[in-house]
Nanobody, 123 residues
Framework: QVQLVESGGGLVQAGDSLRLSCAAS????????MGWIRQAPGKEREFVST???????FYADSVRGRFTISRDNAKNTMYLQMNSLQPDDTAVYYC?????????????????WGQGTQVTVSS
């Protein structure tokens, strides 16, 4: 099993920044990608960003140019730097990991999930 623990959420104003972290532990060997998926109240889960072991990054159109994903393989930790936050970014952000290499922008492809961290952006 793989354990994922998120941190860094909070309440901010529109235009502010936040950095989320996700620490992975357990049987992390073979994890191909780690990513962020968010879920706003009353909405389905939405892919945000993902990064492969080799460092290739993918973003949803809604966050491209504002969010930056990165990872420290030595620490088994992934980060999401979120700039220019908007009220529409309000959601619970989940860290997720997958051993699959296909369809990385589909939340259904992720095998392991963290508990989530709340991000609230006020206008």
């Amino acid at each position: 099993q793989v354990q994922l623990v998120e941190s860094g959420g909070g309440l901010v104003q529109a235009g502010d920044s936040l950095r989320l972290s996700c620490a992975a532990s357990g049987r992390t060997f073979g994890i191909y990608a780690m990513g962020w998926i968010r879920q706003a109240p009353g909405k389905e889960r939405e892919f945000v960003s993902t990064i492969t072991w080799g460092g290739s990054a993918f973003y949803a159109d809604s966050v491209r140019g504002r969010f930056t994903i990165s990872r420290d393989n030595a620490k088994n930790t992934m980060y999401l730097q979120m700039n220019s936050l908007q009220p529409d970014d309000t959601a619970v952000y989940y860290c997720a990991a997958t051993r699959n290499s296909a369809r990385l922008t589909s939340s259904s492809e992720y095998d392991y999930w963290g508990q989530g961290t709340q991000v609230t952006v006020s206008s």
